[in-house]
T-cell receptor, first 110, second 111 residues
Framework: DQQVKQNSPSLSVQEGRISILNCDYT??????FLWYKKYPAEGPTFLIS?????DKNEDGRFTVFLNKSAKHLSLHIVPSQPGDSAVYFC?????????FGTGTRLTVIP | DTGVSQNPRHKITKRGQNVTFRCDPI?????LYWYRQTLGQGPEFLTY????????KSRLLSDRFSAERPKGSFSTLEIQRTEQGDSAMYLC?????????FGPGTRLTVL
């Protein structure tokens, strides 16, 4: 059972525009959510996180929004840069276990 | 470099052989995790240590898999009698509180 879902396998965005990556989850017991970025042949790199008691966290060009009632979170990247091109994974934490989505491949077109 | 390190980065083995991977966490992190990632999927949790104690194991961790963290520092993951279905990227992560930081992974190919 996939408790964390990323329904868009890929997304293409023009450089300078906003990238919005979406993630849905089913388990209301998740207490912490994270976004990771992954390049080929490397491990996931931590980007940004949000506690379940908050609805927004911002770090530079990256903002994560959490809508608990909808069990939905999103990552906004603005402005998008070509170096942002990678696979982005959403993850949710419960009791020190991370549950990952299947990833969204972001391509930022120069 | 003070990040999580994993060795080897790549391992090719024949079916039925045993393999062992090593993970060195970030030095002040007391928690260490192992994940497995296959093509097109996100990482899947295998097991978790707090210091030297193995606190949780996923049902994915069959009896052919064993993990240790003998002194609460580095960890090893051993797979006995490897099968072709074991081919995957094996990722290690460490944390002090909530955020897990990942190593580069060990890619296992079982022929």
């Amino acid at each position: 059972d996939q408790q964390v879902k990323q329904n868009s396998p890929s997304l293409s965005v023009q450089e300078g525009r906003i990238s919005i990556l979406n993630c849905d989850y089913t388990n209301s017991m998740f207490d912490y959510f994270l976004w990771y970025k992954k390049y080929p042949a490397e491990g996931p790199t931590f980007l940004i996180s949000i506690s379940s008691i908050k609805d927004k966290n911002e770090d530079g060009r990256f903002t994560v929004f959490l809508n608990k009632s909808a069990k939905h979170l999103s990552l906004h990247i603005v402005p998008s840069q070509p170096g942002d091109s990678a696979v982005y994974f959403c993850a949710a934490n419960r009791e020190n276990n991370l549950f990952f989505g299947t990833g969204t491949r972001l391509t930022v077109i120069p | 470099d003070t990040g999580v390190s994993q060795n080897p980065r790549h391992k090719i083995t024949k079916r039925g052989q045993n393999v062992t991977f090593r993970c060195d966490p970030i030095s002040e992190h007391n928690r260490l995790y192992w994940y497995r990632q296959t093509l097109g999927q996100g990482p899947e949790f295998l097991t978790y240590f707090q210091n030297e104690a193995q606190l949780e194991k996923s049902r994915l961790l069959s009896d052919r898999f064993s993990a240790e963290r003998p002194k609460g520092s580095f960890s090893t993951l051993e797979i006995q009698r490897t099968e072709q279905g074991d081919s995957a990227m094996y990722l290690c992560a460490s944390s002090f509180v909530s955020t897990q930081y990942f190593g580069p992974g060990t890619r296992l190919t079982v022929l």
